[in-house]
C-alpha cells in the first residue's frame, strides 16, 4: 500500500507538477469614513503580483492569482479566499500571500493591548471582535486551510510582527517550509506613503535585483531578508522588518534575474552592432 501511493504522489507531481500561486490582499479605504486611509496598499499588492508575474517571479499564470482590494477585502472575503480557492492548491505546490492593511488591538488601532489583530475593510469600531481577525487567527488559516508546503507570507501592518512570531511559533509542530515577513516588529507601527508602504516598496526593489549581495542575479530567502530589514529601518528611522525562514528555505530562491540580464546584455550588443 504504501509503495502504491508512493508511485501515485510521483505520478501526480509528473502529470500536474508544482505550481506557484498568490493570494493578494489590499485595503487603502475603509467601509467607515472614520477609518484612516492607508495609501499605497492596493498598489503594493499589485505590484508583487506583477513581479510575480513576470519571468524574474517565476510566470505564475492569471488564473493562479487571486487580489482582494477595497470592499473585497472583508473578513468574510478573506477568510473565503483561505477556505474555498486554497481548495486548487496542492501539496507540492507554493503559495505566496502578500496583505497590506491596518493592524490594532481589540482595544482600538494603537492602542498597548497584547490580542493584535488585523483589520479588513469591513471593520467596525463599536464592533471590533466580530468585525476584525487576530493575527492568532489569520497564522492558524495558514496551517488549516493551506496544503501547499512552501508557503511565502509578506504582512504589511502595524504591530505584524506579532503574527510572524505565532507562525514560528506554530511551525514547530507542523513544520511547514515558511517564510514569513512583517513589516514591523510586534511592538512597532508601520509606516506608509501615497507610492505604497516602505516595507512594500524595498520588497519589490530587493526582489527586482537591489538585493543579490553575491551578484549572481538570483535573490534567497536570506539576501532579501537582509536588504529588506536594513532598507525599512533606514528609511523608517522607526520600525524593523520581523522575519522567520524555515531551514529548509534559506537558500530558496525568491527571484531569478538571470535571463534579465541576459537580454539586456543581448540588446546593448545588437545597438553596437548597429551603430557600426
Known amino acids: 500500500m504504501r509503495f502504491i501511493l508512493v508511485i501515485f504522489c510521483l505520478f501526480s507531481v509528473l502529470v500536474w507538477g508544482d ?21 499605497g496598499a492596493k498598489l503594493d499588492a499589485e505590484r508583487v503580483k506583477n513581479f510575480l508575474q513576470s519571468e524574474a517571479g517565476g ?9 482582494l482590494k477595497d470592499e473585497k477585502a472583508t473578513k468574510k472575503g478573506i477568510l473565503n479566499l483561505f477556505k474555498k480557492h486554497s481548495k486548487r492548491i496542492k501539496k507540492c505546490d507554493t503559495l505566496f ?65 506579532a503574527c510572524v512570531e505565532i507562525i514560528a511559533a506554530k511551525n514547530k509542530r507542523y513544520k511547514k517550509e515558511i517564510i514569513a515577513f512583517s513589516s514591523s ?52 528611522g522607526s520600525h524593523t522588518p520581523e522575519v522567520y525562514i524555515h531551514k529548509k528555505m534559506r537558500d530558496y530562491i525568491m527571484a531569478d534575474n538571470r535571463e534579465i540580464e541576459e537580454e539586456e546584455e543581448e540588446e546593448e550588443t545588437d545597438e553596437e552592432e548597429d551603430e557600426e
Open 97 to 161: 500571500i502578500f496583505m497590506t492593511l491596518h493592524g490594532g488591538t481589540s482595544n482600538g488601532l494603537f492602542d498597548d493591548d497584547p490580542e493584535k489583530r488585523f483589520y479588513p475593510y469591513d471593520t467596525d469600531d463599536f464592533d471590533i471582535e466580530k468585525t476584525t481577525f487576530t493575527m492568532r487567527e489569520f497564522a492558524c488559516w495558514i496551517f488549516k486551510y493551506i496544503k501547499a508546503r512552501r508557503v511565502i507570507v509578506f504582512i504589511q501592518s502595524c504591530y505584524s510582527g
Open 19 to 39: 505550481e506557484t500561486h498568490y493570494f493578494g490582499i489590499g485595503v487603502d479605504t475603509y467601509k467607515d469614513p472614520q477609518m484612516p486611509k492607508t495609501y
Open 59 to 67: 510566470g505564475v499564470p492569471e488564473e493562479s492569482c487571486y487580489l
Open 185 to 236: 516588529r510586534s511592538d512597532e507601527t508601520s509606516l506608509i506613503s501615497n507610492y505604497g508602504g516602505i516595507f512594500g516598496i524595498a520588497l519589490i526593489a530587493g526582489l527586482k535585483g537591489d538585493a543579490d549581495i553575491n551578484g549572481d542575479q538570483l535573490v534567497t530567502a536570506e539576501e532579501i531578508a537582509e536588504f529588506v530589514k536594513d532598507k525599512v529601518r533606514a528609511i523608517s
